[in-house]
Every structure is written in structure tokens, then in C-alpha cells.
């Protein structure tokens, strides 16, 4: 990366890292390189493409143009060495544990992952002889039992973590993982590269879903992985071109244009977030309310420390448990039901009647998602409109 794409501050990074070094027709946005394949001017340059001798796009699974000014924006923002998008978030994380992972091998999960992460990590590459641990990733000394040396190769921390917010403390982990020779990966999807970066708490490895925060508009599904030094980026690019999950040059260039906006679209959503937690937490029909910024979040102290702030995803307990939340699931009108998050718009979640109806009370309750929990993932609309919103509903719940 040159010096264009290491300008000092957030903002200025997420408006113009990965723009064309040398643009064609002195365009001010990176264009749409639609294109599976890229022609050679003769043998022998296509010969040092491929050797690596000279620098150059080949076929679009391998790289292409407008994937790498998204690429170039991210890892500029994680201060990472370089990125690597992906087809999704999942094949970002697949990715990463297909590079990292043998036969044999073991690995140490955060147990509130996103649930596919931990879906395939138990179903699927159990089936190649590689074992996992999942466990609460906030407690040091819990992980610390999980490691088992020598199989254990790495640490996957997701913090903030789905839906009960908790918070892992990425430097102190970073420090067990590297004195057992372990790699530590985070998924930063929750917080964004806005809000916390990972590497430099000490993670060897950063992914996100594109999908949330970092497009912010709810339209594009993808992923990225960045790395904190080539000798790593080396070992998982190869494995990202043969399993094939690369992602598509339109598809960069949607997020690339939502990625231009994170830094605005996070202060505004976050400012939303914490003004409905205080107004949430005085709400009669509200028993208990989730935000990493309220001083009672038991992490808090922790998040302080490694975030520069705390986000816009709140979860709360309603009043009349399961049948309070269904209320408030049909009541409200500005709120959208629907999964994800970080998208401009306010999504509200009731996993009980919803994502998690089909997982056994027990097994949902002991993964911390209580009957009467709500989500919010909040956007960037007014804050009085918001607020007006979740009070009608929660004033239906009798
Ligand atoms: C959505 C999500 C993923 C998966 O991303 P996709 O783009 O849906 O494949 C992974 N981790 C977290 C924290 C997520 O929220």
C-alpha cells in the first residue's frame, strides 16, 4: 500500500483508501471491473503474472481490480497488512479455519459465536477430525482449561458477542494465545473496524460480515479477512483461490460505496443506541437492558478500554416474557423484524418466538437468550421517532 492509503484518520481512510493509483480517465470513483479475465500483452508477461514477477491481474478469482480498492479500504481501517473479501461473511470464516486448521486439530470458540460459526465449526469440520471448544471467552481462566496442547491451534473470539453483548478482552487473550503458540482470530463484525481493531490489541487475524456495518445498507452479502502480516496472508490466499469463495467485482464495489459512509453512519447510529438504552432502562414494561455502554454491563470496564466506543446493538428483557416480546414484535411499526444488523435502518429481533423458536427452552436459556429477550440493531434515523416507536409497542404488553 502506498501513502494514499495511509492517511491518519478513520474517516478520512474509509473515504479514500483503495482508490486506483493510476485511474484511467481521472474517474473520482473506483469503476466496475466486470470482468471474469484479464488479457496479456504477450508470453512472457503472462508468465511473470503468473511467477509473481510483475504485479498484474490475471483472472478474477485470483484478484481483480475493483475487489482490491475494497480490500486495500479495510485493511487500511483494521491497520492490517492486506485483505482478502470473500463471498460472505461464512466464507470468510471458512476460509480462515480451512488455512488454519489439520486433521487432528483442535480449536477454542467464544460459545455466543453467530450460530453458524459454530454450526460448522461441530458439524462440518468435525467430519475432517477437527474438535472445537466452545466456551465462555470473557472468563481468561475458562479458555485457559480449553486449550489442548498440542492440538489447539487457535483462538476464535467474536466480542461484542451475539446477542448478550458480552465482551471478550482481546489483548489479554492475545497474550495466552501467542505464550501457547496459538493464533488468535477475531470477528469484528459487531464492532467494525470503527469502533475496535483487533490487530492491534495483538490478533494474528481479523474477519468481518461486509454485510452488516461495514455495507451498512442491508443490500450486499460479503466478507473479508485481514491479516496482520504477509507470512499469514500468504498461507490463506492460495486457500481462498482453490476453495473458490472470492467475491464478485459488483459486489465490491456496493460495499466499497457503503464502506465510504461507516465512519458517519456508526457515530450516528451509536448516539441513537445510547440515548434509547437510558430510555429503555426508565421504561416500566423493561426489566433489564444490555448495552456495553451502560456503566452496569459487566464488561464495560473491558470495552472502554479496547473500543472507541460502543456501538448501536442493545438487547432487553421485556415484561411477561415470551408473550411481551411476540407484543412488541407485532406493535411496533418503525422497527423492522428481520435478522442482521448494521444496516441504516432499526431491525428489532425477538429470538424466542423467531430464530431460536425451534432450539429447546433449556438449551436457549443456558446460551444466555431468555424468553423475554429483544434485539435491536439500531440505525441512523431520528432518535424521536425510534424512541416513539418502541414506547407504543411496549405499552401494549398489559
Ligand atoms: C452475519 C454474521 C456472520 C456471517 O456473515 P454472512 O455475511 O451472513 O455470511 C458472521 N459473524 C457475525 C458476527 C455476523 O453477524
Given at each position: 500500500m502506498?501513502?494514499?492509503?495511509?492517511?491518519?484518520?478513520?474517516?478520512?481512510?474509509?473515504?479514500?483508501?483503495?482508490?486506483?493509483?493510476?485511474?484511467?480517465f481521472?474517474e473520482?470513483?473506483?469503476?466496475?471491473f466486470?470482468?471474469?479475465?484479464?488479457?496479456?500483452?504477450?508470453?512472457?508477461?503472462?508468465?511473470?503474472?503468473f511467477?509473481?514477477?510483475e504485479?498484474?491481474?490475471?483472472?478474477?478469482?485470483?484478484?481483480?481490480?475493483?475487489?482490491?480498492?475494497?480490500?486495500?479500504c479495510?485493511a487500511s481501517?483494521?491497520?492490517?497488512?492486506?485483505?482478502?473479501?470473500?463471498?460472505?461473511?461464512?466464507?470468510?470464516?471458512?476460509t480462515?479455519?480451512?488455512?488454519?486448521?489439520?486433521q487432528?486439530?483442535?480449536?477454542?470458540?467464544?460459545a455466543?459465536?453467530?450460530?453458524?460459526?459454530?454450526?460448522?465449526?461441530?458439524r462440518?469440520?468435525?467430519?475432517?477430525?477437527?474438535?472445537?471448544?466452545?466456551v465462555?471467552?470473557?472468563?481468561l481462566?475458562?479458555?485457559?482449561?480449553?486449550?489442548?496442547?498440542?492440538h489447539?491451534?487457535?483462538?476464535?473470539v467474536?466480542?461484542?458477542?451475539?446477542?448478550?453483548?458480552?465482551?471478550?478482552?482481546?489483548?489479554?487473550?492475545?497474550?495466552?494465545a501467542?505464550?501457547n503458540?496459538?493464533?488468535?482470530i477475531?470477528?469484528?463484525?459487531?464492532?467494525s473496524?470503527?469502533?475496535q481493531?483487533?490487530?492491534e490489541?495483538?490478533?494474528?487475524?481479523?474477519?468481518?460480515?461486509?454485510t452488516?456495518?461495514?455495507?451498512?445498507?442491508?443490500?450486499?452479502?460479503?466478507?473479508i479477512?485481514?491479516?496482520?502480516?504477509?507470512?499469514?496472508?500468504?498461507?490463506?490466499k492460495?486457500?481462498?483461490?482453490?476453495f473458490?469463495?472470492?467475491?464478485?467485482?459488483?459486489?465490491?464495489?456496493?460495499?466499497?460505496?457503503?464502506?465510504?459512509?461507516?465512519?458517519?453512519?456508526?457515530?450516528?447510529?451509536?448516539?441513537?443506541?445510547?440515548?434509547?438504552?437510558?430510555?429503555?432502562?426508565?421504561?416500566?414494561?423493561?426489566?433489564?437492558v444490555?448495552?456495553?455502554?451502560l456503566?452496569?454491563?459487566?464488561?464495560?470496564?473491558?470495552?472502554?478500554?479496547?473500543?472507541?466506543?460502543?456501538?448501536?446493538?442493545?438487547?432487553?428483557?421485556?415484561?411477561?416474557?415470551?408473550?411481551g416480546?411476540?407484543i412488541?414484535?407485532?406493535?411496533?411499526?418503525?422497527?423492522?423484524?428481520?435478522?442482521?444488523?448494521?444496516?441504516?435502518?432499526?431491525?428489532?429481533?425477538h429470538?424466542?418466538?423467531?430464530?431460536?423458536?425451534?432450539?429447546?427452552?433449556?438449551?436457549?436459556?443456558?446460551?444466555?437468550?431468555?424468553?423475554?429477550?429483544?434485539?435491536?440493531?439500531?440505525?441512523?434515523?431520528?432518535?424521536?421517532?425510534?424512541?416513539?416507536?418502541?414506547?407504543?409497542?411496549?405499552?401494549?404488553?398489559?
Amino acid at each position: 500500500m502506498d501513502e494514499i492509503n495511509q492517511p491518519a484518520h478513520k474517516s478520512t481512510k474509509a473515504i479514500h483508501a483503495g482508490m486506483l493509483k493510476k485511474p484511467v480517465f481521472g474517474e473520482v470513483s473506483v469503476p466496475i471491473f466486470q470482468t471474469s479475465t484479464f488479457s496479456f500483452h504477450s508470453a512472457d508477461e503472462g508468465a511473470a503474472r503468473f511467477s509473481g514477477e510483475e504485479d498484474g491481474f490475471i483472472y478474477t478469482r485470483m484478484g481483480n481490480p475493483t475487489i482490491r480498492a475494497l480490500e486495500e479500504c479495510v485493511a487500511s481501517l483494521e491497520n492490517g497488512y492486506k485483505g482478502m473479501a470473500t463471498a460472505s461473511g461464512m466464507a470468510a470464516i471458512t476460509t480462515v479455519f480451512l488455512a488454519l486448521l489439520d486433521q487432528g486439530s483442535h480449536m477454542v470458540g467464544t460459545a455466543s459465536v453467530y450460530g453458524p460459526t459454530r454450526v460448522v465449526a461441530e458439524r462440518e469440520f468435525s467430519r475432517f477430525g477437527v474438535t472445537s471448544t466452545f466456551v465462555d471467552t470473557s472468563d481468561l481462566n475458562t479458555i485457559e482449561k480449553a486449550i489442548q496442547l498440542p492440538h489447539t491451534r487457535i483462538i476464535y473470539v467474536e466480542t461484542p458477542a451475539n446477542p448478550t453483548l458480552s465482551v471478550t478482552d482481546i489483548k489479554a487473550v492475545a497474550q495466552l494465545a501467542h505464550k501457547n503458540n496459538l493464533m488468535l482470530i477475531v470477528d469484528n463484525t459487531f464492532a467494525s473496524p470503527c469502533l475496535q481493531r483487533p490487530l492491534e490489541l495483538g490478533a494474528d487475524i481479523v474477519i468481518h460480515s461486509l454485510t452488516k456495518f461495514i455495507n451498512g445498507h442491508s443490500d450486499v452479502v460479503g466478507g473479508i479477512i485481514v491479516t496482520k502480516d504477509e507470512m499469514l496472508y500468504n498461507k490463506i490466499k492460495p486457500v481462498l483461490n482453490l476453495f473458490g469463495g472470492t467475491m464478485d467485482p459488483h459486489q465490491a464495489w456496493l460495499v466499497l460505496r457503503g464502506v465510504r459512509t461507516l465512519p458517519l453512519r456508526i457515530e450516528k447510529a451509536q448516539e441513537n443506541a445510547a440515548r434509547l438504552s437510558s430510555f429503555l432502562l426508565n421504561h416500566p414494561k423493561v426489566k433489564w437492558v444490555n448495552y456495553i455502554g451502560l456503566p452496569g454491563h459487566p464488561q464495560h470496564h473491558i470495552a472502554k478500554k479496547q473500543m472507541d466506543g460502543f456501538g448501536s446493538m442493545i438487547s432487553f428483557g421485556v415484561h411477561n416474557g415470551l408473550d411481551g416480546g411476540k407484543i412488541v414484535m407485532d406493535n411496533v411499526r418503525l422497527f423492522t423484524l428481520a435478522v442482521s444488523l448494521g444496516g441504516v435502518e432499526s431491525l428489532i429481533e425477538h429470538p424466542a418466538s423467531m430464530t431460536h423458536a425451534s432450539v429447546p427452552r433449556e438449551e436457549r436459556e443456558s446460551a444466555g437468550i431468555r424468553d423475554e429477550l429483544i434485539r435491536v440493531s439500531v440505525g441512523c434515523e431520528h432518535f424521536e421517532d425510534l424512541k416513539n416507536d418502541l414506547d407504543q409497542a411496549l405499552h401494549k404488553i398489559p
